[in-house]
């Protein structure tokens, strides 16, 4: 609703916990998915931003879930698109590590995004388990760290009042001040 997303008030939680160097860089684009990050990451403006960052707040992965899953591959497993999807995840996971060795990469669990639907219920235990999966991708890589975003974004108010499906204000708060905790208890 105020155009500032989690970028934009990640710099005032830092500074609210005593970090004041900071400088925030949206990268990300509505509805891009791991092909198209990884097509971003081919633009030298791109590479450099990420080669000077401390940290990288990465979001991905849900619109491929929903490409693959919605989007006409119902011949393929579920399962195995699920897979694909956790090894595109890794693989630009992976491509970050090339451009930057040093940077914390924070990457974001899911949410469902209609949780006043009847439906809500039955995808909670499939919320848990995507992000169980990410944490069990990265568990030995200690620079990756999966936030856990079903707990916050768990009810309709919390829902952007312009499409009622991303994250809203508060919500966007919220995880910008979850992650700024992380950053803030280990900030190596």
Request: hydrophobic content about 45%; aromatic content about 4%; glycine content about 8%.
């Amino acid at each position: 609703e105020e155009g500032k997303g989690i970028a934009g008030r990640l710099e005032a939680e830092l500074r609210n916990l005593g970090i004041d160097s900071v400088v925030t860089t949206k990268l990300g684009a509505t509805g891009a998915t791991t092909r198209d990050f990884g097509a971003a990451l081919t633009k030298p403006v791109h590479r450099e931003s990420i080669a000077r960052a401390d940290a990288i707040v990465l979001s991905i992965g849900a619109n491929d879930l929903r490409v693959a899953l919605l989007g006409g591959r119902s011949s393929e497993s579920p399962l195995d698109l699920v897979d694909q999807v956790l090894r595109d995840i890794g693989a630009t996971v992976a491509e970050l590590h090339l451009i930057n060795p040093h940077a914390r990469i924070l990457l974001l669990g899911a949410y469902i995004p209609l949780p006043s639907q009847r439906a809500a219920r039955l995808l909670e235990p499939l919320i848990a388990i995507w992000d169980m999966a990410l944490m069990g991708q990265f568990a030995d890589d200690p620079l990756v760290t999966v936030v856990r975003l079903s707990d916050i974004i768990d009810r309709p108010e919390r829902l952007s009042t312009i499409d009622s499906f991303h994250p809203g204000a508060a919500a966007y708060q919220e995880t910008a001040r979850r992650i700024a905790e992380l950053l803030a208890a280990d900030p190596s």
